[in-house]
């Protein structure tokens, strides 16, 4: 099943893409109580949004071999988690503002887990009934201003720096799953999810140890391989096996 969240003449809604084309409106809320509607709408007449805005926004560190040789980094022991702010949060089809001072922005696909129940001190076995599906994520960096920020704030969580979308699949095969990252049209960077230092299940039940998961918070789950810096103009497509593709134009910054 494809949730997606649409906005349409003013008003935002939540609905299941039934076919390539057609979504089945839904009232009440994907991760509690809903119904279908036998309201129809054409995909092409709607505006995608964000599909959840998370409570909590987390993003794995270090999670793939090559993406932690190519930045010169030491391979972690465990697995290592960190926030992310919302206002960083941009849909599909919307533009990735390049800050004016800004000289070398990569972007990092990544395949997002949104959590779908109450986990607290969850074992490994019992992940998998507390996730509510899967979306593409593209973990758009600023590496000058990770290299010397601290915190990553300006490298990780400026404004449209995390485009998401466009829907959330809720039976992805994940141990199969490829991620295709192309820019322009031209294919980039590709890897499999299976390459995980730590995989989805690890990593969650490691988090709900000292962390309270929550339904709609979302876990980033971490890239592999390197990214161009990228110019205005970019598009930057990223396609995950079964979830569909994310795209984003990438354009400078205007200052007045």
């Given at each position: 099943m494809r949730w997606l969240r649409y906005s349409l003449k003013g008003e935002t809604g939540y609905g299941i893409l039934s076919d390539e084309d057609t979504i089945t409106v839904v009232r009440g809320d994907p991760l509690g109580k809903y119904e279908t509607t036998a309201t129809r709408l054409q995909l092409q007449?709607?505006?995608?949004?964000?599909?959840?805005?998370?409570?909590?926004?987390?993003?794995?560190?270090?999670?793939?071999?090559?993406?932690?040789?190519?930045?010169?980094?030491?391979?972690?022991?465990?697995?290592?988690?960190?926030y992310r702010a919302n206002n960083a949060l941009?849909?599909?089809?919307?533009?990735?503002?390049?800050?004016?001072?800004?000289?070398?922005?990569?972007?990092?696909?990544?395949?997002?887990?949104?959590?779908?129940?109450?986990?607290?001190?969850?074992?490994?076995?019992?992940?998998?009934?507390?996730?509510?599906?899967?979306t593409i994520g593209n973990d758009v960096s600023e590496r000058n201003w990770q290299a010397s920020d601290r915190t990553f704030w300006r490298a990780k969580n400026t404004d449209t720096f995390k485009p998401m979308g466009p829907w959330i699949c809720t039976d992805a095969?994940?141990?199969?799953?490829?991620?295709?990252?192309?820019v322009n049209g031209e294919q980039s960077t590709r890897f499999d999810t299976?390459?995980?230092?730590?995989?989805?299940?690890?990593?969650?039940s490691t988090m709900s140890r000292y962390l309270t998961l929550y339904p709609g918070d979302m876990v980033w789950m971490g890239t592999d391989g390197h990214s161009p810096n990228l110019q205005p103009g970019d598009r930057v497509d990223v396609s995950l096996t079964g979830l569909g593709t994310l795209s984003n134009r990438f354009i400078k910054e205007a200052l007045t």
């Open positions: 007449d709607v505006t995608i949004e964000v599909p959840i805005v998370p409570p909590t926004f987390y993003c794995v560190g270090l999670n793939y071999v090559k993406h932690i040789s190519t930045e010169g980094l030491t391979i972690p022991k465990k697995p290592d988690v960190g941009i849909a599909h089809g919307q533009d990735v503002i390049m800050p004016a001072d800004a000289t070398r922005i990569h972007y990092e696909g990544e395949l997002v887990v949104v959590i779908g129940k109450k986990a607290k001190n969850i074992s490994v076995g019992e992940v998998k009934d507390c996730i509510f599906g899967y095969q994940i141990a199969t799953m490829q991620t295709v990252v192309s299976a390459d995980m230092l730590f995989g989805i299940e690890e990593f969650i």
